[in-house]
């Protein structure tokens, strides 16, 4: 059990850049998840797939926002046109089981 | 709606003293309970969970939580905190049923003095 991992652990853009971020979960996981945390607050649910399946997606996930598990296994998060409210810490979690989820360090994001 | 309530954005204890971190949840069902703990530039520790059953559940790390349905509450106790033990907390709920999706507290900055 190698733990959930996410990549890049930090990035830093500019207004407007596009930026995408990785997830690849504990194997044999099935359900992964998104979360978006922002200074002060509790993460907040984005999104969720069950094997390549996206079963549902926050309001928070606007149009700029995408999310796929292409084969099931790893997961990436794209924010198109980013923005200064973008700015936060991304977390990706895996379950096998809906019970407990396991979260990776995060991705924190800056935009400039 | 769904919601979790930390009334305390921030605790200050001393070392070997003993804690108790407040939750408060808003939820329609039998929820399903937890705490995690973060610590600065960490991911999320699942500390302890409640499904069903005994209402006092053991956790990781020598925490302890007790599920009150009366009072809608699911604190978090240790008997003796150790400077390690300073982190932020968050209080979670999820329904495990329609989805899968964990709703968090804005979380509990704690802070041990020596």
């Known amino acids: 059990d190698t733990g959930v991992s996410q990549d890049p652990r930090h990035k830093i853009t500019k207004r407007g850049q596009n930026v995408t971020f990785r997830c690849d979960p504990i194997?044999?996981?099935?359900?992964l998840y998104w979360y978006r945390q922002t200074l002060g607050q509790g993460p907040e649910f984005l999104t969720y797939?069950?094997?390549?399946?996206?079963?549902?997606k926050s309001r928070l996930l606007s149009d700029r926002f995408s999310a796929e598990r292409p084969k099931g296994s790893f997961s990436t998060l794209e924010i198109q046109r980013t923005e200064q409210g973008d700015s936060a810490m991304y977390l990706c979690?895996?379950?096998?089981?809906?019970?407990?989820?396991?979260f990776g360090p995060g991705t924190r994001l800056t935009v400039l | 709606a769904q919601s979790v309530t930390q009334p305390d954005i921030h605790i200050t204890v001393s070392e070997g003293a003993s804690l108790e971190l407040r939750c408060n949840y808003s939820?329609?069902?039998?929820?399903?309970l937890f705490w995690y703990v973060q610590s600065p530039g960490q991911g999320l520790q699942l500390l302890l969970k409640?499904?069903?059953?005994?209402?006092l559940v053991q956790g990781i790390k020598g925490f302890e939580a007790e599920f009150k349905r009366s009072q809608s509450s699911f604190n978090l106790r240790k008997p003796s905190v150790h400077w390690s033990d300073a982190a932020e907390y968050f209080c979670?709920?999820?329904?495990?049923?329609?989805?899968?999706?964990?709703?968090f507290g804005k979380g509990t900055r704690l802070h041990i003095l020596p």
């Open positions: 194997s044999e996981h099935n359900r």
């Open positions: 409640y499904f069903s059953g005994d209402t």
């Open positions: 939820y329609g069902a039998t929820p399903y």
């Open positions: 979690a895996s379950s096998l089981v809906p019970d407990t989820q396991y």
């Open positions: 979670a709920v999820g329904s495990m049923n329609r989805d899968d999706k964990i709703i």
């Open positions: 797939f069950q094997n390549e399946a996206q079963l549902e």
